[in-house]
């Protein structure tokens, strides 16, 4: 998804980056025919070479709700990251274009810069789902190892924060605050509800998994 990070260019190809590794065969990962107006995708620029997705969602607050995004770390050519991101809908880009702008966006020490990306993408759907999810349940399922065992067997993931929220009488109930919503909180509900209705449980699984709840929180971007 990304290009180089020190000529600040985007992808030349209207669908591709020269260094994409994802799939082509999704329509998702091409480029829409919207306006730039309707564009909820950026692309940023000179980040700290040890930006990661947790330490962008937290440069991120207050700009907007995230639908997506990708760092690129440095190579051999570019000792900086670069990061594709993806907001909900367009109100984060402008805010964030303001922040920007206004010289308040700072990820670490650096300054990034902000462009749209070329590879655009339309607003969302206003929903309550979001890249934050609380999870509820016995104790021997809600806890940080088993259930990151258990999303690393389905999905890959990265995570801003993980959180205890509270334990009583063995029920546990946890903040998980992925880095996406698109393929992490949301493959993270799917696969959950999926357990609860596998036919191949044990009597003990079936009734701890029949006690673990998933509802949507609030993105701190947003």
Not at 148 to 158: H, M, Y
């Amino acid at each position: 998804m990304a290009s180089s990070d020190n000529d600040q260019s985007l992808p030349q190809s209207p669908h591709w980056s020269t260094n994409y590794q994802g799939s082509r065969a999704s329509r998702k990962n091409y480029s829409e025919e919207i306006t730039e107006e309707q564009n909820c995708s950026v692309w940023i620029t000179y980040l700290p070479a040890g930006c990661d997705s947790a330490m962008l969602c937290h440069s991120l607050r207050g700009t907007g709700k995230i639908y997506s995004m990708f760092i690129n770390p440095p190579n051999d050519q570019h000792r900086t990251s670069a990061a594709k991101a993806v907001f909900w809908d367009h109100l984060g880009v402008n805010r964030l274009m303001h922040t920007v702008e206004s010289g308040q966006f700072r990820v670490g020490y650096n300054r990034p810069r902000v462009i749209p990306h070329r590879i655009k993408v339309s607003a969302q759907v206003p929903s309550k789902r979001s890249r934050v999810i609380e999870i509820s349940g016995p104790m021997e399922i809600v806890n940080r190892d088993f259930l990151n065992a258990f999303f690393l067997e389905k999905f890959w993931f990265g995570v801003e924060s993980v959180q205890t929220i509270g334990i009583y009488e063995g029920l546990s109930i946890m903040k998980w605050s992925f880095c996406c919503y698109r393929c992490q909180s949301q493959y993270a509900v799917h696969h959950i509800f999926d357990q609860k209705r596998r036919q191949d449980l044990t009597d003990i699984e079936r009734r701890f998994w029949s006690q673990v709840y998933v509802r949507w929180l609030e993105d701190p971007c947003a």
